[in-house]
């Protein structure tokens, strides 16, 4: 019975620490409030995939396709200019980042395909 018990150990330590290359590691979601009495609301998903982060934007409200970016900062007060522009597209890949590294950043949607354009919706990014 022992040996079994350690042959099953064993077999489970093995599985656990095999990942293949690219498996998705730590899906982070992060939640889309509206902002300047916009209706925007919605989530943002980050996957991280291998070496790269996966973007993905649901959103709904009088969601266009505006501009999303990434800042530093909080939704109350974050910096002036975009970090990490994503573009208009529902899905975007940030290269060569890990997720640590989007901790305490914050994810604006914009009005229009501008990133200088208001903010309609933002979440906060948290691991």
Do not use: W
Not at 74 to 100: F, H, I, W
């Amino acid at each position: 019975m022992r040996i079994q018990t350690l042959a099953i150990s064993a077999a489970l330590a093995t599985l656990a620490t095999a990942a293949p290359a690219l498996a998705i590691v730590n899906p982070l979601v992060a939640q889309i409030v509206p902002l300047g009495g916009s209706s925007v609301r919605g989530n943002a998903t980050f996957f991280q995939l291998g070496s790269n982060i996966e973007v993905g934007l649901n959103l709904t409200g009088n969601a266009t396709a505006g501009a999303a970016d990434i800042r530093k900062g909080t939704c109350k007060s974050y910096a002036g200019s975009a970090t990490m522009p994503l573009g208009v597209s529902q899905d975007t890949r940030l290269s060569n980042l890990k997720l640590e590294q989007l901790n305490g950043d914050v994810l604006l949607i914009h009005k229009t395909s501008s990133v200088t354009s208001p903010a309609v919706g933002c979440a906060e990014i948290k691991g």
